[in-house]
């Protein structure tokens, strides 16, 4: 049973269930204290102390309901009678009753036969007993290492010889073609070899498609933004919001401890007066921090639009663990768009951005723009964050308007969606514009854009 539910945890984990040693002992205490008789009760009480959010829950309970149906029932539950249904597959046509007299025989070739206790359960109709032998084959082999499904034969290979399928081929191998068992052998062999197919075909459907997400995740994540199919938008998203809590958890400020610092004399003196001098309170001087702040500006003209749109995404969905975020958008002219993002769903905010400063592209007048709007709101807490390609279409790219805002701001970061062998390069100002960032980088991919976030993050604590 342990072994069974330890399988089913690293399942978990393939689906992208976060499981902790922690958490899987305190559902194995939990399984001990309730046991195995009701799969219903079974299935709630993984779930509740597994998952840790609606949408793990319902993995978690779909899941279940495949892990634990048929063959992958546990054998512990199978060998107590409990009332665990029974696979389908499992359900076998009687055997012709010469062969079982055959098997019986020590004379007789058959006789092989009777050294396999899954053959023997078959014969005997035992479910029970079937359902336990077969958990425990299963058990035994790395289907966590089953990816693709070209190992499906593989693995129903080598599920049949762990049930003692060999001594069966053997017998039929020295069976005469006219021998009146050949029929009943040949049906024995068909019912073991659909069992199997039907368990490895199951335990594929599970691993697989956690392998799958995976799979796709890593090369969504090194694909270019804007060559990403639109078929991919509701992973693409998912993966967005993944990545955004996997760096809130890292990000997340812990609480301050209370009590520590330097001591507050004169103000606990004066307030423990009342107390005739005895200090049961004590105060402690606190050092105000400035809160960083971010001004994100996006290009949003045609080139780079699909860039932008996942870096405001992501930012957005980090609003938890970001410092104060105000969000412009930019092409022939600049505008604010935090409001919308306050107001609206994120995807339609983008789009409405998109829709009112979409078009040719003017940094030069963007830039300055930018200094009327808000340049009397950077401090030196601030980081400006500019997502573009630099192309200015030969106008005037206002340098001394950047310079500007690099003086009064704590750092500049540039992210540029095109490869840096481009960089300056026909109407490409990003060369000069370089000089005046802190930082700048290459980033058209989502693993780009989670390892610069991940350093803003660090830089902004």
Not at 5 to 33: C, H, K, N, T, Y
Not at 169 to 193: F, H, I, S, W, Y
Not at 264 to 274: E, S
Not at 282 to 305: F, H, N
Request: net charge neutral; with cysteine.
């Amino acid at each position: 049973m342990k072994q069974q539910l330890l399988r089913f945890m690293r399942l978990l984990q393939q689906q992208g269930v976060r499981v902790s040693p922690a958490e899987s002992i305190d559902a194995l205490s939990a399984v001990s204290a309730i046991g195995v008789e009701s799969s219903d009760l079974l299935k709630e009480t993984l779930a509740m102390t597994l998952a840790k959010t609606a949408q793990e829950e319902m993995i978690c309970k779909k899941c279940f309901d495949q892990f634990f149906n048929g063959a992958d029932a546990t054998q512990d539950a199978s060998q107590d009678g409990s009332d665990a249904s029974i696979a389908p597959e499992l359900a076998t046509p009687s055997i012709d009753d010469a062969l079982a007299a055959a098997i019986a025989d020590p004379d007789n070739p058959a006789n092989a036969l009777a050294n396999s206790p899954y053959i023997e359960a078959v014969l005997t109709q035992n479910e029970a007993e079937q359902q336990a032998i077969l958990a425990e084959a299963m058990g035994s082999l790395p289907l966590e290492t089953m990816k693709f499904f070209t190992q499906k034969g593989l693995f129903v290979r080598r599920l049949l010889d762990a049930l003692g399928e060999a001594s069966l081929r053997q017998v039929l191998a020295n069976t005469a073609p006219t021998d009146p068992l050949q029929p009943a052998l040949e049906q024995l062999q068909q019912t073991l070899q659909s069992q199997a197919k039907s368990s490895i075909e199951r335990a594929f459907e599970l691993n697989a498609a956690g392998h799958h997400d995976a799979l796709m995740e890593e090369l969504l994540q090194k694909t270019r933004l804007n060559a990403i199919e639109r078929r991919h938008a509701d992973r693409l998203k998912s993966l967005i919001q993944k990545l955004a809590r996997k760096l809130t958890r890292k990000h997340r400020k812990k609480p301050k401890r209370t009590r520590r610092g330097q001591l507050n004399m004169i103000k606990t003196l004066r307030k423990n007066i009342p107390n005739d001098g005895v200090l049961l309170t004590t105060y402690w001087r606190r050092t105000e921090k400035r809160k960083p702040q971010i001004m994100a500006l996006c290009d949003v003209s045609g080139s780079v639009s699909a860039y932008a749109k996942f870096l405001l995404m992501l930012l957005y969905y980090l609003q938890d663990v970001l410092p104060r975020t105000r969000s412009f958008a930019f092409a022939h002219r600049l505008g604010e768009i935090t409001q919308s993002f306050q107001q609206l769903p994120v995807e339609l905010a983008i789009e409405r951005a998109n829709w009112d400063f979409g078009g040719a592209t003017d940094y030069g007048s963007s830039l300055e723009q930018f200094w009327k709007l808000a340049g009397k709101d950077i401090t030196p807490q601030t980081t400006v964050i500019i997502l573009g390609d630099a192309r200015n279409n030969y106008g005037n790219p206002q340098f001394d308007v950047l310079q500007a805002i690099n003086d009064r701001c704590r750092r500049i970061i540039w992210l540029n969606p095109e490869s840096k062998n481009q960089w300056g390069s026909g109407d490409s100002e990003m060369v000069r514009y370089q000089r005046v960032c802190q930082s700048a980088y290459e980033c058209n991919t989502l693993g780009q854009l989670e390892r610069v976030i991940d350093q803003l993050l660090t830089l902004t604590r």
